[in-house]
C-alpha cells in the first residue's frame, strides 16, 4: 500500500513539474547585478521554469544539509553506544571464558542432593 501511495505522488509531482515548466517557458531576464538593473553586469535570459526549478534545488540541498549537520552530534552518540557495546560484549567474552563451569558429576551430585 505504502508504495502505491509513494508512485502516486511521484507521478503526481512529475505531472505538476512537467506543467509548471510548460506554463512558465518564456524567458525572462535574471540578473546578479544590485546596482544596475538597466545595464546589468552579468545578466542571462533564461526560462523561468528554470529559475523556479533551481532554487528548488538550491532549497533541497541546503536543507538536507542543514538537516545533515544539525543530526551530527546524535550520530556521534549512537557511534559512542555503539562501540561501549562492542566493549562490553568483548568484557562479557572474557569473562565467560574466566568462568570455570563445574564437572558433570558434579553438577549430578548437586542435582541428587
Do not use: C, H, Y
Amino acid at each position: 500500500m505504502a508504495s502505491l501511495f509513494r508512485t502516486l505522488f511521484f507521478w503526481t509531482l512529475v505531472v505538476l513539474t512537467s506543467a509548471l515548466a510548460v506554463a512558465n517557458r518564456g524567458p525572462v531576464r535574471l540578473s546578479f547585478d544590485p546596482f544596475s538593473s538597466d545595464a546589468p553586469a552579468v545578466a542571462f535570459d533564461i526560462g523561468l521554469a528554470w529559475i523556479i526549478l533551481g532554487a528548488v534545488l538550491i532549497g533541497l540541498v541546503l536543507g538536507g544539509w542543514s538537516s545533515w549537520l544539525a543530526q551530527a552530534p546524535l550520530r556521534q552518540a549512537m557511534r559512542d553506544a555503539e562501540d561501549k557495546i562492542r566493549r562490553l560484549e568483548r568484557e562479557v567474552e572474557v569473562a565467560q571464558t574466566i568462568i570455570v563451569k563445574p564437572s558433570e558429576s558434579r553438577a549430578l551430585d548437586l542435582q541428587r542432593a
